[in-house]
């Protein structure tokens, strides 16, 4: 059983390559739905290709370079990324033009000439790399103390992250983190404590500074879905209201490829961003929903059975902590859209359109297939596997 799935381990990369390649053809059909017609050109379809091609050529260089090479260079990285970061939010006080421009009073993007790309996203793939190289060879956090470290090495990026401000981004490494100590082999005691006080302290967090009222108000918005206050409803409200009419009014089979009014008239803001999976739900109804969720379960799996086969502590802790990022991304996406969590301005990873959000996920399922391909000899215990010991 275990010689079979080895061999079979290497074709899981391009399993996993094949289903984001069907996840990004759904919104790129989305995409152009919304924006195709006859006096019109699909200028961002056509966006979304170039990016493709560029996010492809990046798994392509992943491949080449080896994961272990790559995660030669994470701390250097690590470091870079956080001088970017910390860029973007010292544009705040101090201007940057033309290097870093606000969109939307949002400090995320830098540019250089004709190309700009948002450093958050990059970030994520950078910080698992960073945590899998301090967690490969250490014991000391199954200790309290021992957290400290890798707690620090994602508080600072979090804290830089939600000054741009981006709610979305800074929340994915938190359930990263906690996915990776517990495969790393973390005390299951220390992490539900640790869990216990985070709850506790949220409402702090909400009437911190580092909070700002239109993420507060998009917080309030998952309490307040059944409110009949008309001026909330086209206000605050007003997003996910009608993103729950689209999903709705797609029903089983959908309303057909650009066969529905509602996306031609801009009647959901940020179709094509973090609320595509509506738009996707309202052409395809249920059927199409579920054909989305069933390849992100593809790439789950495939990527996990990655993890479970590599001996090397470093590519088990990266195949782990890309797949955590991937579903956490996924479950908030979806979650927010259908109402069932906060609107936190997430995008759907390889299907929302945005070049830095797609080439960065074609990066980190190129390490994930490097990982499945580049499976080194080892004759030291399974990686992260204690005896017991006492508490």
């Known amino acids: 059983m275990i010689r079979s799935l080895t ?91 033309p290097l870093i421009e606000p969109r939307r009073n949002a400090y995320r993007w830098i540019v250089l000439g004709p190309v700009s790309f948002q450093v958050s ?34 508080l600072v990026p979090v804290a830089l992250i939600l000054k741009e401000p981006d709610l979305g981004t ?23 404590l640790i869990l216990a006080l985070g709850a506790v302290s949220v409402p702090v967090f909400y009437y911190s500074p580092l909070m700002n009222n239109y993420q507060r108000t998009r917080i309030q918005s998952l309490f307040r879905q059944e409110d009949t206050d008309k001026r909330w409803r086209l206000n605050a409200g007003y997003q996910l209201n009608q993103s729950k009419i689209a999903l709705g009014s797609g029903q089983f089979a959908g309303r057909g490829f650009r066969g529905s009014a509602f996306f031609r008239y801009n009647l959901l803001p940020e179709e094509h961003n973090d609320f595509i999976f509506a738009v996707i739900g309202n052409q395809w109804g249920f059927i199409g929903c579920m054909v989305i969720l069933f390849c992100y379960l593809v790439i789950l799996a495939a990527g996990l059975t990655i993890a479970s086969m590599t001996a090397d502590p470093f590519g088990r802790l990266l195949a ?72």
């Open 320 to 391: 782990v902590g890309v797949c955590a990022l991937i579903f956490a991304q996924t479950v908030i996406n979806v979650g927010m859209t259908i109402g069932l969590m906060p609107i936190t301005g997430m995008s759907l990873p390889f299907v929302s359109m945005g070049g830095s959000g797609l080439v960065a996920g074609y990066l980190a399922i190129g390490l994930l297939a490097d990982v499945a391909r580049r499976r080194p000899v080892s004759i030291a215990p399974k990686p992260f596997e204690f005896e017991r010991e006492e508490a």
């Open 121 to 154: 996203e990059y970030a994520k793939i950078i910080y698992i790399l960073a945590l899998s190289a301090y967690l490969r060879y250490r014991t000391n956090y199954r200790t309290l103390r021992g957290l400290l470290g890798p707690f620090a090495l994602t």
């Open 170 to 192: 800074s929340i994915l490494l938190l359930p990263t983190l906690f996915v990776m100590l517990f495969v790393a082999g973390a005390k299951i005691k220390h992490l539900l």
């Open 7 to 97: 061999r079979i381990l290497p074709s899981l990369g391009w399993v996993i390559l094949a289903a984001a390649l069907l996840l990004t053809v759904f919104g790129l059909l989305s995409i152009y739905a919304g924006e195709a017609g006859p006096d019109s050109r699909p200028a961002n379809t056509m966006k979304q290709l170039a990016f493709l091609a560029v996010g492809l050529g990046g798994f392509l260089v992943v491949q080449l370079v080896g994961y272990r090479r790559i995660g030669y260079w994470a701390y250097p990285l690590f470091g870079l990324i956080l001088v970017l970061l910390a860029l973007l939010v010292l544009a705040r006080k101090f201007p940057m033009a």
